[in-house]
């Protein structure tokens, strides 16, 4: 299938070839055909695995040839995250501009008197967070009653975050006949209230899970002691540019960071305490190579969509399962190959396997002593010990849904961690996975 066999509006499928997309990616191929029929879609897919274009080309297609009066616009994409949504916001403008379509981002941490100018003009698209939505639509800047199709993205992440009633109440400012389409790594807890409420009749479409294993993807552990954690993470970056390193605090990413830099290792810290201007400057500096590496904590874990990273380090163990698998999901997007390393003290090292396993992986365990030099992760791929593998997890049987179900997951097993050989990686040419 190539973006040529949808049902798309003249001139996009070329658009996106021009872009070196050519090819649906698995999530899209489902979504994206229901989502143009005018079916509410429920979609469960992992990060990196293609949603932006899988909702952003049907909201494009349903709103083509139409126009939109000042300060209501017809489609809604609401995003946990300010970075998500300049992300979003960036990937859909060319395809929006050949469609003669305006859309725009509403975010907190800016100032709000722009925002507000540029809904009184009229925009078709508003790409969102909910607080500063929320506020807007408070001081009666915008209407929601115009919308025809709202889009949830990240929506467990949404509720982790605690917006659940901000957006249950966003949702029902919306008309009820209005198109909902809402994706999500996870469908339990705060998601399925979603749901029921605001989804009642829709598509299902499951193409994987957040705790799949990736093929490409390795588990490390790495232990030191702690006075020679600094020294060890140092080293590991050094031989491994384009990484990704998460701290439990605020101050612990400003703090690395700064360390390292000072070792001449360019790093970027991205983290709650800094201002909307000044973390999308330290994300430009990484995407543009001016920085090799991003300290960053969990808030921003999602925020944080940039391809090529070969390496995510857990300098700070997260606390549960979940935590560790959207942190790792930086690395191994769209195909590619990346490696995950975890560093821990001996004394925290059972906490630690007992984490990775509860996720579903199999890690190497390396001695920082005596890890290879330099610590690449190719190195890494064939030093150290492979720990016991995990208990099989059960597998949900696929049976008769009443909705639509479509699964993408290999029938033949997967490898995991330690287990698996590296792959080249593949080209990001006409992958679609955006």
Excluded: W
Excluded at 150 to 163: M, N, P, Q, S, Y
Excluded at 164 to 178: E, Q
Excluded at 349 to 374: E, F
Aim: proline content about 6%; some cysteine; charged content about 25%.
């Amino acid at each position: 299938m190539s973006f040529h066999d949808l049902a798309l509006p003249e001139g996009l499928a070329t658009k996106l070839a021009r872009q070196k997309i050519l090819t649906p990616s698995p999530i899209q191929q489902v979504v994206i055909p229901a989502a143009l029929e005018g079916h509410n879609v429920l979609g469960r897919a992992r990060t990196g695995s293609g949603k932006t274009l899988a909702f952003g080309l049907p909201v494009l297609a349903r709103l083509v040839g139409g126009t939109s009066r000042p300060k209501a616009p017809r489609a809604l994409i609401l995003l946990p995250t300010r970075e998500l949504a300049t992300q979003v916001h960036t990937a859909l403008l060319p395809l929006a501009q050949k469609l003669d379509l305006k859309h725009t981002t509403i975010y907190g941490g800016v100032p709000i008197n722009k925002q507000i100018n540029v809904l009184k003009a009229g925009v078709d698209i508003v790409i969102a967070t909910p607080g500063r939505l929320t506020d807007l639509l408070d001081r009666r800047c915008l209407t929601l009653d115009d919308i025809e199709v709202t889009v949830l993205d990240e929506a467990d992440h949404l509720c982790d975050l605690g917006f659940f009633k901000p957006i249950d109440a966003l949702l029902a400012r919306t008309p009820h006949d209005s198109q909902r389409l809402l994706l999500s790594a996870t469908l339990d807890g705060d998601v399925d209230k979603l749901v029921k409420r605001h989804l009642p009749v829709r598509r299902l479409f499951e193409v994987d899970q957040v705790d799949d294993q990736v093929e490409t993807m390795e588990h490390h552990v790495l232990i030191s002691e702690p006075t020679e954690k600094t020294a060890t993470v140092r080293a590991l970056l050094s031989a491994n540019p384009r990484s990704i390193v998460f701290t439990r605090t605020r101050r612990g990413a400003t703090r690395l960071a700064r360390q390292l830099s000072q070792k001449g290792i360019a790093a970027v810290d991205m983290h709650g305490d800094l201002t909307q201007k000044h973390r999308e400057r330290n994300l430009a500096r990484f995407t543009k190579g001016e920085a090799t590496v991003i300290v960053a904590t969990d808030v921003a874990a999602r925020g944080i969509h940039v391809d090529g990273i070969g390496l995510v380090v857990h300098y700070d163990a997260p606390a549960e399962h979940k935590a560790y698998l959207h942190r790792s999901g930086r690395t191994a997007r769209a195909g590619e190959s990346g490696s995950v390393v975890t560093m821990t003290t001996p004394e925290a090292l059972d906490d630690v396997v007992k984490l990775q396993r509860k996720a579903g992986v199999t890690a190497r365990h390396h001695q920082a002593s005596t890890a290879p030099s330099p610590m690449t992760v190719e190195s890494l791929s064939t030093a150290g010990v492979e720990a016991p593998a995990p208990p099989a997890r059960p597998r949900r049987q696929n049976g008769q849904h009443q909705n639509t179900k479509s699964s993408s997951r290999p029938q033949n097993g997967r490898r995991s961690g330690g287990q698996q050989r590296r792959r080249r990686p593949r080209q990001n040419a006409g992958s679609g996975q955006r």
